[in-house]
């Protein structure tokens, strides 16, 4: 038998005015998703601000979820498992991502073309969700036949292989000691239940 790895998806809504207009636009929450490598959130990758506050200078980010920017998060964490090989190919794709990050930018281009559903690839350059696709494909995890470019972060949340850990505010989920023994949901009316 093969041995497993979790890894994690860390699904956000931050409040932001980017993140209200992409929630109308796709009419769902959550419109942020990054890779975590571990239930505590301490290594969190995806595409976003690299600056908390300034939403034009985006790029690959390691997420510190622990700083202020985070406080009325809401989020939904889930878990994945993955084999021990894709495990570390993901690693070394982010480790080269990481090592060349001053060469990424965020896909501000592509994601204007996501609101048109059209596909607009750009070397070095993604949005969150096209990011977190394109790392799961890399590792022949999440179906090739899905664009990267054209998926929003509900259609990761809605693919079959992902198990829901936790869904609430990311402030409490940080606070929990045992991060998988609490499963909270939250009020209907904040998210789209599926």
Known sequence: MKETRTIYLLFLSTGTLLSKAIDLYTKTNLNHVSIAFDKELSEVYSFGRKRPYNPFIGGFVREAVTEPFFNQSMCAVYELEISNDQYLALRQHLQMIESMQHLYRYNFIGLFGFFINYEIKRTHAYFCSQFVATMLQEIELYPKDKRA??????????????????????????????????????????????
């Open 149 to 194: 470019g054209l998926t929003r972060p509900d259609d990761l949340r809605q693919w079959d292989k992902l198990e829901l850990v936790y869904m609430g505010t990311l402030q409490e989920y940080l606070q929990l000691p045992d991060k998988r023994r609490k499963f909270r949901l939250p009020i209907r009316s904040f998210f789209r239940m599926s």
